[in-house]
C-alpha cells in the first residue's frame, strides 16, 4: 500500500505570513496533486506535477515535486484568510489517487 | 458545466437501515469514484469504476456496502443494513483520462 504522509497536520498563523506544508512518501508516484477543501465542499484540484523537480506557481502558492518523485511540497506567500482550508496532497498510480492526511490551515486577520 | 452532483447533501436515519447515496458523475467522464471521509482516516478510496464497470473494490469495508454503476451517468452506493460507525461523509468523484478528479460536494451520513 502506497502511503503518503502530510505535516504538520494543523497550522493557525497570521496573514501575511509565508508557511510550507510537506507531503512525503517512500513510494514512487507517476503524478503528484494537490487539492483545496473548504468546509461543506469537496476537495478542488489545485495543481498536477509530473515531472521529478518540478516547479508550478499558481498566484502566492508554489508547489514543488522532489527530483525521485516521492514527495513533494507546497508553499504560501503572504497568507491570506482565504487561502484557510484543508491542503490535500495525492500521489497518482495509474487512475487511481492516494491521498494523504491533509494539513488544516488556518489564516487568522 | 455543471459539476458531479450528489444526494441526497445530508442523510440520518437509524441503524439497521439500508441507506442509498447518488451519484451524477460529469457528463463525458469515464472514472468514478467513491471515497469517505472521516476525521479518524481521512480520505479513503472505496471503490473504482471505469467505464461504468468496477476496476478495484479493494477499499469497500465489508459485505454490507455495494457500488453499481447502470450508466455512464448514473452510479449508487448502498449500506445494508447501516451501522454508527459509517457515519462519515461520502464523496463521488468523476474524471477523464487526465486523472484530475472533480468531487461532488458530499453526502454527510449520519446513523444513530
Known amino acids: 500500500t502506497q502511503l503518503l504522509e502530510q505535516s504538520p497536520q494543523f497550522l493557525s498563523i497570521q496573514e501575511g505570513e509565508n508557511l510550507t506544508v510537506y507531503c512525503n512518501s517512500s513510494s514512487v508516484f507517476s503524478s503528484l496533486q494537490w487539492y483545496r477543501q473548504e468546509p461543506g465542499e469537496g476537495p478542488v484540484l489545485l495543481v498536477t506535477?509530473?515531472?521529478?523537480?518540478e516547479v508550478k506557481k499558481l498566484k502566492r502558492l508554489t508547489f514543488q515535486f522532489g527530483d525521485a518523485r516521492k514527495d513533494s511540497s507546497l508553499h504560501i506567500t503572504a497568507a491570506q484568510p482565504g487561502d484557510t482550508g484543508l491542503y490535500l496532497c495525492?500521489?497518482?498510480?495509474?487512475?487511481?489517487?492516494?491521498f494523504g492526511g491533509g494539513t488544516r490551515l488556518m489564516v487568522k486577520p | 458545466d455543471a459539476g458531479v452532483i450528489q444526494s441526497p447533501r445530508h442523510e440520518v436515519t437509524e441503524m439497521g437501515q439500508e441507506v442509498t447515496l447518488r451519484c451524477k458523475p460529469i457528463?463525458?467522464?469515464?472514472?468514478l469514484f467513491w471515497y469517505r471521509q472521516t476525521m479518524m482516516r481521512g480520505l479513503e478510496l472505496l471503490i473504482y469504476?471505469?467505464?461504468?464497470?468496477?476496476?478495484?473494490d479493494s477499499g469497500m469495508p465489508e459485505d454490507r456496502f455495494s457500488a453499481k454503476m447502470p450508466n455512464a451517468s448514473f452510479s449508487t452506493l448502498k449500506i445494508q443494513p447501516s451501522e454508527p460507525r459509517d457515519s462519515a461523509v461520502y464523496f463521488c468523484?468523476?474524471?477523464?483520462?487526465?486523472?484530475?478528479?472533480?468531487f461532488g460536494d458530499g453526502t454527510r451520513l449520519s446513523i444513530l
Open positions: 457528463s463525458g467522464h469515464n472514472s
Open positions: 506535477v509530473v515531472t521529478g523537480g
Open positions: 468523484a468523476s474524471s477523464r483520462r487526465t486523472r484530475a478528479q472533480h
Open positions: 495525492a500521489g497518482g498510480a495509474g487512475n487511481m489517487l492516494t
Open positions: 469504476f471505469n467505464n461504468n464497470v468496477p476496476i478495484d
